[in-house]
Nanobody, 118 residues
Framework: QMQLVESGGGKVQPGESLRLSCTAS????????IGWFRQAPGKEREGVIC?????????YADSVKGRFTIPRSNARNTILYLQMNSLKPEDTATYYC??????????WGQGTQVTVSS
């Protein structure tokens, strides 16, 4: 079964870091458009960082520039990471990864909760 599974969320204090992982099972991320999204309570889901298979990073939310990055994937290219540094309370949200294949098939993970609070 082809699916995405996020992990690595948790509760941290402002200024701390977290690394999220999105693991693809049943397929690799080669040739996929992929990205991280987040949804805070009462708000719409928003893009964080989006990557095109052909063009690289195509979207970087202004609110995370300079703080969030996408580290290199594993050797099999089955994991999408999100390195989050200098976390702020406004980064609190459920974080989701998304993939789109060449036929336009969209997959979402189930999400992982990130809470930034002192």
């Amino acid at each position: 079964q082809m699916q995405l599974v996020e992990s690595g969320g948790g509760k941290v204090q402002p200024g701390e870091s977290l690394r999220l992982s999105c693991t693809a099972s049943g397929f690799t991320l080669d040739g996929y458009n992929i990205g991280w999204f987040r949804q805070a309570p009462g708000k719409e889901r928003e893009g964080v960082i989006c990557i095109s298979a052909r063009r690289g990073i195509t979207y970087y939310a202004d609110s995370v520039k300079g703080r969030f990055t996408i580290p290199r994937s594993n050797a099999r290219n089955t994991i999408l990471y999100l390195q989050m540094n200098s976390l702020k309370p406004e980064d609190t949200a459920t974080y989701y990864c998304k993939s789109i294949d060449s036929r336009g098939t969209v997959r979402w993970g189930q999400g992982t909760q990130v809470t930034v609070s002192s």
